[in-house]
């Protein structure tokens, strides 16, 4: 554009001269003789006539020439005011998209290697937001309020790009996921392949040689790739908000029956898909998400690597952990980088037991309420086998804050409110109930690489979140409807140095009994009554210990982790709690030992230091 516009001064300043010389050459010739006529003799009138007719027309030319010089000059100063701007204008944009590309590659999934205690990324794919944008953009700084254990580590911006990144329109698109390869070994046949069903671990006991099941008697052990994640993020900045896009499956869905005797063609399913988009201290989120009420390790984020899942390789994680991946409507507001607030609402599901081992509650005996209740696939409560046709009326409303005034502590509490509701088909009555919990957790450094972390909850009509351990109510003979009391904790530390990652968890369960009698006033129902199901347990218990081992790790080639975990898991029924002896020979309580091993890839990614993905 400079050079084109200076084509046209220079040209403009050639033709000026030209065409002024041009207009005079009569004038001046006349002028010129009338000056050496003048010399010679007086002035001739034609002479003088002609020389006063000439300089009016010259003055008029160069008055029009230097007017359209300063024409040109105004015209060029324009377009190259208009040309640095313009300038101006691609610089900020170029800015923008680096800023968005290393967003996007400060994400989860180079999340192998351990971490440090402090990051907020020590148990999953570890998803960081560039802090650039998270300046300009307080929201996505409150997204991940303390960034992944990489940039905590590196203590910068300079996030590396992953090798696998790509760009359509103004979205940057990041794969995510990991080779898994898992061996489990317990002492006891558990049934449930490299995921635990904690309430319903055999009974056992070495003393006994009579007892009558294989499971007692028979331990087990499997190699499987189940956990395997494929999955991808995408990025991109649309009108000042920043938008996330998340999804991440694997393959541990419903398998047929013969899934492990020739093939083992694994079902895949759906763990996480929501959106996210944040704008100032704004945040709103749509879609099947970890639930507001599962544990976070720092701030309000929806990214694996800021939420607490435990670092155990058990895919069902930890006994006493709260959590849920399950649809959710979330609106969070962050005042600032250390304080966010959230309220959610998330898929209801009213459930009397009989999901991921847990027990189900004993129905009153009249059939056609039994049946209504809970006796049936289309009943009016989850059993674990109903299959979304329970008639939820209304979502669950949870709310937290989280407080996070330095990388070395976070602490969280919040509170969740559930209404349930039925129909009595015997009297045409309906009944209704409204569950409450809190929770309260915590996670603090003791000093450096060592963390410890509590996580507390207790509900009335709550327990559907505690992996469906407890049944959240039980019926009375009436219809009417009646909360189970539940608390559970997940207590441990995490300790990093290197490249190695050590930890230790308690988990426990507790679940108060809540029993009545059938309308003949003495067949006991309900929950934890003498003689109740020998699956209707006071208490679950789960010690763990654990270690994640980085062998290698690079930006571009991605990481190999050896992990493995040791848990010694126990259950204590209501049935044997309530007896006034138990019978010579017969087992105390149901417990188990568990020995899992984990080989693990994990695609590329921008995090040089970051946790196991779980």
């Keep these: 554009m400079r050079a084109i516009l ?77 040309n640095e701007q313009l ?26 290697a351990p971490a440090p205690a402090t990051s907020a990324a020590t148990s999953a794919p570890s998803t960081g937001v560039l802090v650039a944008v998270a300046a300009a953009t307080p929201t996505v700084a409150a997204i991940t309020s303390q960034p992944a254990a990489a940039i905590a ?31 489990v070994y317990r002492s006891r046949d558990n049934g449930s392949g490299i995921g635990t069903n904690f309430a319903a671990i055999p009974y056992g006991n070495p003393n006994v040689v009579n007892s009558t099941v294989f499971q007692n008697n028979l331990s087990e052990f499997r190699f499987s790739m189940q956990n395997s994640r494929v999955g991808f993020r995408v990025d991109a900045l649309v009108k000042g908000a920043h938008v996330i896009g998340y999804m991440e499956s694997d393959f541990l869905g419903n398998n047929p029956a ?32 970890w639930s507001l009420i599962t544990p976070g390790r720092t701030g309000i984020s ?9 670092q155990d390789i ?8 709260v959590w849920g991946r399950i649809p959710e409507f979330r609106f969070v507001y962050h005042p600032s980088n250390k304080v966010a607030l959230a309220f959610a609402l998330d898929s209801q599901e009213q459930y009397i037991g009989g999901s991921a081992g847990g027990s189900a509650i004993t129905l009153p005996g009249n059939a056609a309420l039994a049946t209504a209740y809970g006796g049936g696939t289309s009943a009016e409560f989850n059993n674990g086998n109903t299959t ?44 209704s109930a409204t569950g409450a919990g809190v929770f309260v957790n915590l996670g603090f450094d003791l000093f450096k690489g060592f963390r410890v972390l509590t996580n507390n909850f207790w509900s009335d009509g709550g327990g559907r979140y505690i992996f469906g351990q407890v049944p959240d109510l039980i019926a009375h003979a009436d ?20 490249n190695t990652l050590l930890y230790a968890y308690y988990g426990g369960i507790y679940v108060s009994k809540n029993a009545t009698v059938d309308a003949n006033g003495t067949t006991p129902i309900g929950y934890g009554f003498p003689g109740s199901p020998s699956g209707q347990n006071r208490t679950i218990q789960e010690e763990t210990v654990g270690f994640n081992q980085t062998f290698w790790r690079n930006p571009t080639y991605g990481a190999l982790n050896l992990m493995g975990q040791y848990s010694y898991l126990a259950r204590d029924p209501w049935a044997l709690s309530n007896a006034a002896s138990v019978a010579l020979g017969s087992p105390k309580d149901a417990h188990l030992n568990m020995i899992f091993l984990n080989l693990r890839y994990t695609l590329p990614g921008a995090a040089p230091a970051a946790a196991a993905l779980r």
């Design 6 to 82: 200076g084509w046209i001064l220079a040209a403009g300043l050639i033709v000026s001269p030209a065409m002024a010389g041009t207009g005079s050459k009569d004038s001046s010739a006349d002028a010129a003789k009338s000056d050496s006529s003048a010399a010679a003799q007086p002035a001739a009138s034609e002479a003088s006539n002609t020389k006063a007719d000439a300089k009016p027309a010259a003055s008029s030319l160069e008055s029009e020439m230097n007017e359209l010089r300063d024409l040109l000059d105004s015209q060029a100063k324009q377009l190259e005011t208009q």
């Design 87 to 112: 300038q101006e204008q691609q610089k900020q944009m170029q800015k923008l998209e680096e800023q968005l590309k290393a967003t996007s590659a400060a994400r989860e999934n180079l999340s192998a």
């Design 153 to 183: 580590q590196g203590g910068g911006n300079a996030v590396p790009e992953s090798p696998l990144q790509f760009k359509i329109g103004g979205a940057f698109i990041t794969p995510i996921g990991f080779m898994d390869f898992t061996g």
């Design 258 to 289: 013969n899934v492990a005797v020739s093939s083992n063609s694994n079902t895949f399913r759906s763990r996480l898909y929501w959106v996210d988009v944040a704008k100032g201290p704004w945040e709103v989120l749509g879609g099947q998400s």
């Design 302 to 310: 929806p990214l694996p690597g800021n939420i607490f899942f435990s």
């Design 314 to 321: 058990d895919v069902n994680y930890q006994a006493g952990l």
């Design 388 to 431: 979304l046709n329970t008639p939820n009326i209304a979502p669950d409303i949870i709310v937290k804050l989280a407080i996070d005034p330095s990388p070395k502590f976070h602490a969280e509490a919040g509170g969740l409110e559930r209404q349930f509701k039925a129909w009595d088909p015997v009297n045409a009555t309906t009944f």
């Design 479 to 498: 219809g009417s409807l009646s909360l189970i009391h539940v608390g559970s904790t997940v207590t441990g530390f995490e300790f990093t140095h290197a």
